[in-house]
């Protein structure tokens, strides 16, 4: 069994952990989107990827394309823009968005865990310890969650579907996660979805999840032993 100063040690380094996992997702992709096409009138084939980071919507390098075929065109060719340049301003607030609570949940985890360490465990501490991993626990699971459920809306406001046939088969503006087939006449294969740093943010999330647990556990010292009369 452990020992509450111990436990309450341990916790702190869990939050410290879990924060330090949450400053990864700052700086890496969180979402891409794959088309591969091929089979028109003239042979033309080709591939071309947008992969999506968090960050303010006009920051140069939040969106990152590579494509390869075409027309008369080098393969690979690799280009970085931001959100308001590539007319995805809705996606762009999301990306946003997820940063500020990331970044935001990095900060109370950070904040809890040193607070954590440096106290030793002492009760006195255990109140902002538990409510700045607390609040670092909330918002390490609403990013993530915010992106995955508002990110398709965010596209289909970027990418209005026509009254035509282009875009009237499924993609990112229909669901988070997925892929599209050709059908009848069509010659494209799509697929998107969540990257490494959606996925981390669940990961510190976990690991924050175990350290609250812990906090909330040994948060109390145990009783003292009675003593006997003389």
């Avoid at 924060?19 to 080709?46: E, K, T």
């Avoid at 009760?123 to 538990?130: C, K």
């Avoid at 906090?215 to 003292?224: A, H, I, N, W």
Wanted: proline share 9%; net charge positive.
């Amino acid at each position: 069994m452990l020992k509450t100063t111990t436990g309450r040690l341990i916790a702190a380094v869990l939050i410290l952990v879990g924060a330090m996992l949450l400053l990864a997702p700052l700086f890496s992709p969180w979402y891409s989107y794959d088309i591969r096409w091929a089979g028109n009138p003239v042979g033309d084939h080709g591939t071309q990827n947008a992969t999506y980071y968090l960050g303010p919507p006009w920051a140069n390098g939040t969106i990152w394309y590579t494509s390869c075929g075409g027309y008369y065109a080098p393969c690979p060719r690799e280009t970085q823009t931001s959100y308001s340049s590539a007319g995805e301003n809705n996606t762009g607030m999301i990306a946003a968005t997820s940063f500020g609570l990331l970044s935001a949940g990095f900060a109370f985890g950070i904040a809890g865990g040193v607070i954590g360490v440096v106290s030793r465990g002492r009760t006195s501490w255990a109140f902002p310890v538990i409510t700045f991993a607390v609040l670092a626990l909330v918002l390490a699971i609403a990013a993530p969650m915010l992106f995955a459920g508002a990110l398709p809306g965010a596209f289909s406001k970027d990418f209005p579907v026509p009254t035509g046939v282009i875009r009237a088969y499924s993609g990112p503006w229909s669901s988070f996660s997925g892929s599209w087939t050709p059908v009848s006449g069509a010659a494209a294969w799509d697929t998107w979805g969540p990257l490494i740093g959606w996925y981390l943010s669940i990961a510190a999330f976990a690991v924050l999840l175990v350290g609250v647990i812990l906090l909330m556990v040994f948060r109390k010292d145990p009783p003292r032993p009675a003593t006997s009369p003389p």
